[in-house]
């Protein structure tokens, strides 16, 4: 089988021998060491493995490492910058939009990922975008909140 | 002695499933214990009989001191350490698994000793440095251990106090604490927490006399503050177990059957051992695998050849039958008062009618992980739990292995919601890492975590009544049937009831779910009131408050029904509905609205108002978010989460035929949060959960006409 030499995660080239059908997830968590995708559910349903390729929400966890070879791909440990969070990093805080944390990191790519094509959603919007994105704690609501403070179409904080 | 569980009240079954409970005491952390850990600086302990007295008292209701004892005690369930460079550290065996329980005991202990809460350093749940604790379940963390905590800070705060200054020679009166130094008067003289406690070597038990901040006061404490480690968890930096990786590790896996009870007829793993690198165990019917990657892992496991034997089982067609004609009457319910036939005597109408719950999944988003290490004879395992020191107690069971030489650390955890209360995969982690003689990390598939954890009990409820037709319930009679007993009893003051918890044989493997059966018990009762109330013609509300004197209760139901608008006219097609309740020292009224489209069916909900009381509101934000996301959660089980399972297969083992809610199943929901400064504080993790199912199936019922009596409610609307 096919086996690939490298992927390019979070700006740089990454050395990694793998058979091409692995699923980036497994790739990301368990060759390159990058474990802020979660596993939830393997079958693309939970949103947990969320990362972006070429900015587009990708389920890494139904994405075969092979396919995604050669492009760029953006994980959540290379959306802070020079120690600075990203404003929807910042807003999950401010939001206080996480309980146990294992769905936050997907939340937030797939959130980057709307931002990015969309930088002032609507309620709407931003629950059809979300809508494959599982939290089980219950914190959907002060996730919208959260990106709607990052988006800044938050009317007030909750203090 | 009291039994140091969720459930205090003494006529209730105490609701445990779990397959390996074990004693509830294991007070091994005495003080000899404590004294080798302890290496130095200023501890305050806090003795296990002080968190058994609060938490006698708060199932009693009752507020006021409990009594302290003056030694060390020999058994302790939590300390504060500030050790001789200056750090201050909190020991306790509590698990966060996203209740944010190591935010708050922070904040209570940064509060009184007057020092930010970033200095605060919290040693949670490892079976070698924290006493021994039960468990982390039933909403008790916050009331019972938060107070506990708040008194050791204060009491250690006055030790530092006066030995500061006794080291800068003036009087403890004149030392104030800032920024993390204690100064004088003039602020001309000050001194570090490091030079305070260096050199020491001063262990207390909190004295009697220590007092702690009044609520008012608070500074640190009911305010919203950052999770703590929030920045972690936003850059995807926190470890959780199935994060991971030792030196050396292996990947494990367990080959399984597909269906419960199977034995072994016959395995081939020659195959697969002949991979270089691969480990495969087999010990009776246990087959486990190891290997240094993933790839070559998953090429083992396609090389084993297995065949299982199934005994035929019972199928979710024939469940609810089988529930009924298993049962054997339980401990649960209680003694009955007056006479049933007397109130059925007395009643204008009756109404028998029965309903049911389905067997729900926790699926937690973390599915269960551990990794697992030998050392000698000695086994370390990461694991996420609600309850480090019981799956302690099943490692050293099945290795057969004293529990001093098995250690158990839980970072923390992507949720539990009671789901995570037993070790089958520390112990499968284990056992394949034994085999191998390196490190295993074993994490579960999502097929595996529907599979193999266990079930929120189904059940039948069955009840009986009789009422006047001016709204006075005469008789109840309340019949469960293996779902349990939680919240079996009522707020209302029914003249002449009989109620009571059945036992079962439940053909799923069942166990503790956040808030317990008081789901079932208040969907059965909450749905059948509302009938009564239809068939008397009176409002909902209306017949509750006549059939209760409990102030409380009365106070959350009328708060929720002003807030929703209760009695508003409603267009076609919408329906709205009401329930209350009350369970682990705290009251719920939930109101819904729904709409039902007429063609599809499709059950909206609309909005949610929850009101809810649990005594004095500790934190504001902190309490809304959980109720909160108790009702986001309540919506799953009400209106479409199942699991249905053939001859003993669960056929909804994947999240895409087992429906959980999403962004868009949340409507607005309103809290109101009452405040009862009189009260002690309960937790508030479980009971907001309750009144939802109760309320949208009356909803259901107002904009179609369908009693629907079986959760969960959507698949059975025709
Ligand atoms: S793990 Fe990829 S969508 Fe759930
Ligand atoms: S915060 Fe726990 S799953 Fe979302």
């Not at chain 1, 309620?123 to 990106?147: P, S």
């Not at chain 2, 779902?483 to 799923?508: D, R």
């Amino acid at each position: 089988m096919a086996n690939i030499t490298s992927l390019n995660v979070n700006g740089r080239k990454l050395p990694v021998s793998v058979d091409s059908q692995t699923s980036l997830l497994t790739v990301l968590r368990d060759y390159l060491n990058l474990t802020g995708a979660k596993y939830g559910c393997g079958e693309g349903q939970c949103g947990a493995c969320t990362v972006l390729v070429d900015g587009q929400m990708t389920r890494s966890c139904v994405t075969q490492a092979g396919k995604v070879a050669g492009k760029q791909i953006s994980t959540i440990e290379g959306l802070e910058k020079d120690g600075q969070l990203h404003p929807l990093q910042q807003a999950f805080i401010e939001a206080d939009a996480l309980q146990c944390g294992y769905c936050t990191s997907g939340m937030i790519m797939s959130g980057v990922a709307l931002l990015k094509k969309n930088p002032k959603p609507s309620r709407a919007e931003i629950v059809k975008h979300m809508d494959r994105n599982m939290c089980r704690c219950g914190t959907y609501l002060r996730i919208v909140k959260a990106i709607e403070i990052a988006s800044g179409t938050a009317k007030e904080v909750r203090k | 002695m009291k039994p140091l569980d969720d459930e205090l009240e003494i006529e209730l079954e105490i609701e445990r499933y779990e397959l390996f409970a074990d004693p509830l005491y294991n007070f091994t952390f005495n003080r000899r214990q404590f004294l080798k850990v302890f290496s130095g600086g200023i501890a305050l302990l806090v003795p296990m009989s002080n968190l058994l007295v609060a938490s006698a008292q708060q199932e009693q209701g009752e507020s006021g001191r409990g009594r302290f004892d003056q030694r060390v005690p020999n058994e302790i369930g939590a300390w504060i350490h500030i050790d001789e460079a200056g750090t201050v550290s909190v020991f306790t065996g509590k698990v966060e698994l996203g209740q944010n329980i190591r935010t708050s005991l922070a904040q209570a202990v940064a509060e009184e000793l007057h020092v930010s809460i970033e200095s605060v350093r919290m040693v949670m749940a490892d079976t070698d440095l924290t006493p021994f604790d039960a468990g982390t379940f039933g909403s008790r963390s916050i009331p019972f251990m938060a107070p506990q905590l708040r008194k050791a800070a204060a009491a250690a705060r006055e030790t530092l106090v006066a030995l500061a200054a006794d080291q800068l020679k003036v009087a403890p009166a004149e030392v104030r604490i800032v920024n993390a130094r204690f100064v004088n008067h003039d602020a001309s003289k000050s001194l570090s927490f490091a030079d305070v406690a260096k050199g020491r070597k001063l262990v207390k038990a909190i004295p009697a006399d220590v007092t702690i901040t009044a609520v008012k006061d608070w500074t640190i404490a009911g305010k919203s503050v950052p999770k703590v480690g929030a920045r972690d968890f936003v850059t995807g930096k926190h470890e959780y177990t199935s994060d991971m990786k030792r030196p050396g590790m292996l990947f494990g896996r367990v080959v399984r059957a597909a269906a419960m009870n199977s034995t072994l007829v016959s395995a081939d793993t020659k195959a697969a051992e002949a991979i270089s690198g691969v480990t495969v165990v087999r010990d009776g019917d246990f087959i486990g695998l190891a290997a240094p990657d993933p790839q070559t892992l998953a090429r083992a496991e396609k090389a084993i050849a297995v065949h299982w034997k199934a005994p035929g089982q019972t199928s979710a067609a024939q469940l609810f039958e089988q529930l009924k004609r298993e049962s054997s009457p339980g401990r649960g319910g209680a003694r009955p008062v007056g006479s049933i036939a007397d109130g059925m005597a007395q009643a204008d109408k009756k109404l028998s009618q029965a309903y049911t719950v389905a067997y729900i999944a926790h699926a937690p988003l973390e599915p269960r992980a551990a990794v697992a290490e030998w050392k000698d004879n000695k086994l370390t395992v990461w694991t996420g739990t609600q309850r480090p020191f019981g799956v302690r107690s099943e490692l050293a069971e099945a290795f057969r292995i004293p529990e001093e030489n098995v250690r158990v650390i839980v970072p923390d955890t992507g949720s539990g919601y009671g789901g995570k209360h037993s070790g089958e995969c520390a112990i499968e982690a284990a056992r394949i890492a034994r085999a191998s003689g390196k490190p295993v990390k074993l994490v579960w598939t999502r097929e595996e975590e529907f599979k193999w954890a266990y079930f929120r009990p189904a059940g039948v409820i069955e009840v009986s009544s009789g009422v006047k037709n001016d709204g006075t319930v005469t008789a109840w009679e309340f019949h469960n049937f293996n779902s349990g007993a939680s919240a079996i009893q009522s707020k209302y003051a029914f003249p002449n009831q009989n109620i009571q918890f059945h036992n079962s044989q439940s053909p799923l493997r069942q166990g503790s779910y956040r808030g317990l059966a008081a789901t079932a018990n208040h969907f059965a009762r909450e749905v059948h009131m509302d009938e009564l109330a239809q068939l008397v013609g009176m409002d909902a509300v209306a017949f509750r408050l006549k059939n209760t004197q409990d102030q409380r209760l009365k106070a959350v139901l009328e708060a929720a029904a002003q807030a929703f608008g209760w009695g508003a006219k409603r267009p076609a097609g919408r329906g709205a509905g009401i329930a209350c309740g009350f369970e682990k020292g705290s009251y719920v009224a939930t109101a819904a609205e729904v709409s039902v489209d007429p063609k599809t069916k499709k059950v909206k909900l609309e909005r949610v108002v929850a009101s809810f009381e649990c005594g004095a509101i500790v934190n504001p934000v902190h309490l809304h978010n959980q109720v909160e996301g108790a009702v986001v959660q309540a919506i799953g089980g009400a209106l479409f989460e199942t699991i249905d399972f053939q001859n003993g297969e669960i056929l909804t083992a994947k999240f895409s035929r087992y429906r959980v809610p999403r962004f868009s199943d949340v409507p607005p929901i309103e809290i109101v949060l009452l405040d009862r400064k009189d009260s002690p504080s309960a937790g508030a993790g479980e009971t907001p959960i309750v009144g939802l199912a109760p309320a949208v199936s009356t909803a259901i019922f107002e904009a179609t006409g369908q009693r629907l009596r079986s959760l969960p409610l959507v698949p059975n609307l025709s």
